[in-house]
């Protein structure tokens, strides 16, 4: 069983910055390729970024250059660096990991992930 606890959201002004972070149970962090995804009132779960456990990294067009996902396996943490933040970036964003060990060419795909954190508030102001 994993355990996915999001920090780090909050209120901040359009073209502010804010730092998402994913803490995850488990000694086996290493190995989980992880997701961040969103989600907007009356809009369905969208991908937003995803990382393998390899560091390869894979991007929303939405996002691309604004924000930056990483990871730091000896604190079995994920991280979502957001920057540039613009009101439609308002959402609850949501960590997930991959735990099998696939090969992950599903990233942008919910069921691709099998652990879901309880999500944590952004919102934008303009």
């Known amino acids: 069983q994993v355990q996915l606890v999001e920090s780090g959201g909050g209120l901040v002004q359009a073209g502010g910055s804010l730092r998402l972070s994913c803490a995850a149970s488990g000694r086996t962090f290493s190995t989980y390729n992880m997701g961040w995804f969103r989600q907007a009132p009356g809009k369905e779960r969208e991908f937003v970024t995803a990382i393998k456990r390899s560091g390869s990294t894979f991007y929303a067009d939405s996002v691309k250059g604004r924000f930056t996902i990483s990871r730091d396996n000896a604190k079995n943490t994920v991280y979502l660096q957001m920057n540039s933040l613009k009101p439609e970036d308002t959402a609850v964003y949501y960590c997930?990991?991959?735990?099998?060990?696939?090969?992950?060419?599903?990233?942008?795909?919910?069921?691709?992930?099998?652990?879901w954190g309880q999500g944590t508030q952004v919102t934008v102001s303009s």
């Open positions: 997930a990991a991959d735990s099998n060990g696939g090969v992950f060419y599903r990233y942008r795909l919910l069921e691709e992930y099998d652990y």
